[in-house]
């Protein structure tokens, strides 16, 4: 029995067992019409469902996610060139990063509602599989991928411009989505005084809720500290204070190894 067989099989065992998608919902929610359902449908299939005989990914959304990554990426990159003349290629680059990235990209097709239109198995909508970052984000590609086969370039970009392109400069305000680490490395870096050393100086808590503390510093002075439920968000909060209290004056002794 061949994958594509034992998918098609699947496929309709999962109208009865997980029910059918509301493919038309999901098009008026995305305010675009498929030409070729099957394109839609296979965007929204994710791999769980298309099983252990699509070793290559073949059967599931992945290659129209590779597709779609591409043109996400070109369409944003043109529509940053045009709306920032001012800006240059260094701070484009940083914006583009945050854009296409999976936090952002997830949120908004988490904002449309991409988890409840998903093809997935059982065990993987049980774990919380409608509701992960990266599954939306990666579904939000692939039906970008889709939609350029369906309807060209050009609807793909209205489809961003409805739904990405307006919230651009709201996503930069938000400091949420601020990288204070790679800010503060820049302003380091810039004044010669080499790559901020963080060190964890206390975890306090029960393994289900340790507190990590740590301390950032830059050439021989401490510049910040900050707690947080992990190593990471503790050195962002670090990061940040050390961007705040940031005065080249007052750091010496050269960069700390």
Known sequence: MTPVFN????????????????????????????????????????????????????????????LGDSFVNCLVTEYLYRTYPDKSEGHLSKIKSLVVSRKILGEVAQGLGFGKYMIMSLSEEKSGGRARMSTASNAFEA???????????????????????????????????????????????????????????????PDHAKRFTVKIYIGSAEMGEGTGTSKKIAQQIAAHNASLNYDKSKIGGGAVA
């Open 7 to 66: 998918f098609i099989k699947r496929l309709f065992a999962g109208k009865k067992r997980l029910g059918e998608p509301d493919l038309e919902g999901f098009q008026r929610v995305i305010k675009y019409e498929f030409n070729n359902s099957a394109l839609l449908r296979h965007a929204l299939t994710h791999k769980s469902f298309a099983g252990q005989g699509d070793a290559l990914g073949l059967l599931s959304n992945e290659r129209l996610e590779f």
């Open 143 to 205: 039906v970008c991928g889709a939609m350029y086969i369906d309807g060209g370039l050009a609807a793909v970009k209205n489809f961003l411009e409805r739904c990405l392109f307006g919230r651009i400069s709201a996503f930069l305000e938000d400091e949420n989505n601020v990288n204070y680490k790679s800010q503060i490395l820049e302003m380091s870096q810039r004044d010669g005084f080499g790559i901020p050393r963080y060190a964890t100086t206390e975890v306090a808590g």
